[in-house]
């Protein structure tokens, strides 16, 4: 009788990250985003897991709610990476509609049994403190309705530091890139122990 030594290989688990620019290596070359570097990471840590970046520049929560049910069905993801908003609040939307979509996307995502990381953001100040604080919060307030992780500003010591910073004021440069990422592994892995 033969036997077979091989090792089988683990099941492949799907992270999908939906987010905008920020995300999408906006103005930058795909491997030095945050997202490519925790592909890097993971695979040396987490080789069972497979990312699959559907982020895409200027996307808002409507639009993000629009291509999410597909992206659901085809990729079937063990984790979503939540990552819109900002764009909603720098054209002023109302924001009780941003917390709706974002809150649809959770609720698709948990009837999907995905474990969710919701990551939140500041918009600049000028904006006004009413609205830039409102948007702020509601990140806390999603977290704390559907039990979710979340980051409160994916940007905490990056986007003060012109250093690392691109020239629009809004995205993280190269340098800034590893920072973020840092930022979000916290609460991140954590959430890839629960298989």
């Given at each position: 009788?033969?036997?077979?030594?091989y090792?089988?290989?683990?099941?492949?688990?799907?992270?999908?990250?939906?987010?905008?620019?920020?995300?999408?290596a906006?103005?930058?070359?795909?491997?030095?985003?945050?997202?490519?570097?925790?592909?890097?990471?993971?695979?040396?840590?987490?080789?069972?897991?497979?990312?699959?970046?559907?982020s895409?520049?200027?996307?808002?929560?409507?639009?993000?709610?629009?291509?999410?049910?597909?992206?659901l069905?085809?990729y079937?993801?063990?984790?979503?990476?939540?990552?819109?908003g900002?764009?909603d609040?720098?054209r002023?939307?109302?924001?009780?509609?941003?917390?709706?979509?974002?809150?649809?996307?959770?609720?698709?995502?948990?009837?999907?049994?995905?474990?969710?990381?919701?990551?939140?953001?500041?918009?600049?100040?000028n904006?006004?403190k009413?609205?830039?604080?409102?948007?702020?919060?509601?990140?806390?307030?999603?977290?704390?309705?559907?039990?979710?992780?979340?980051?409160?500003?994916?940007?905490?010591?990056?986007?003060?530091?012109?250093?690392?910073?691109q020239?629009?004021?809004?995205?993280?440069?190269?340098?800034?890139?590893?920072?973020?990422?840092?930022?979000?592994?916290?609460?991140?892995?954590?959430l890839?122990?629960k298989?």
């Amino acid at each position: 009788m033969l036997f077979c030594s091989y090792a089988q290989a683990a099941p492949t688990h799907n992270l999908l990250v939906m987010g905008d620019s920020l995300s999408a290596a906006h103005n930058l070359r795909q491997q030095d985003g945050w997202v490519s570097l925790l592909k890097t990471k993971l695979s040396q840590s987490h080789p069972q897991i497979s990312i699959i970046n559907a982020s895409v520049g200027g996307e808002t929560t409507q639009g993000g709610m629009a291509r999410f049910p597909a992206l659901l069905k085809q990729y079937h993801p063990r984790w979503v990476i939540l990552e819109l908003g900002a764009n909603d609040a720098l054209r002023g939307y109302p924001l009780d509609q941003t917390t709706k979509n974002l809150g649809s996307m959770i609720e698709q995502a948990q009837q999907n049994k995905a474990i969710v990381l919701l990551i939140g953001n500041r918009i600049p100040q000028n904006y006004g403190k009413r609205y830039t604080d409102m948007f702020f919060g509601l990140y806390k307030t999603l977290a704390e309705q559907y039990n979710v992780s979340y980051v409160p500003f994916m940007l905490k010591g990056v986007a003060l530091n012109k250093n690392l910073m691109q020239s629009d004021g809004l995205h993280p440069n190269a340098k800034g890139q590893p920072i973020v990422l840092q930022t979000i592994l916290p609460y991140l892995l954590p959430l890839l122990k629960k298989n």
